[in-house]
Nanobody, 124 residues
């Protein structure tokens, strides 16, 4: 069982930056593929980025590539999402997710564990 707690959301002006953090419980954290998704209202959760268990590989959605970077610190059981040059269309609730899998997955149905979400609002 893995529990995930996100933090770092907030209100920022367009062009600004935020860093989201996701703290995970459990000694097997290094073995989990971790990801960030985002959701606007009742729309389907949208893939943002994923990182392999030991951080060797990562994948970013085209919409955030070059602006967002996912990383992890296995010693701290934490995964991060650095978000730069934020745009109003990045406004959403951001969720951290985990799955016990060795590769990269971008479909939300593949992830077993989810955090409660953190709101990111970008004003124009």
């Amino acid at each position: 069982q893995v529990q995930l707690v996100e933090s770092g959301g907030g209100l920022v002006q367009a062009g600004g930056s935020l860093r989201l953090s996701c703290a995970a419980s459990g000694r097997t954290f290094p073995a989990y593929t971790m990801a960030w998704f985002r959701q606007v209202s009742r729309e389907e959760r949208e893939f943002v980025a994923a990182i392999s268990p030991y951080g060797g590989n990562s994948l970013h959605a085209d919409s955030v590539s070059g602006r967002f970077t996912i990383s992890r610190d296995n010693a701290k059981n934490t995964v991060y999402l650095q978000m730069n040059n934020l745009k109003p269309e990045d406004t959403a609730v951001y969720y951290c997710a985990a799955v016990d899998y060795g590769g990269l997955l971008y479909h939300n149905m593949k992830y077993d564990y989810w955090g409660q979400g953190t709101q990111v609002t970008v004003s124009s």
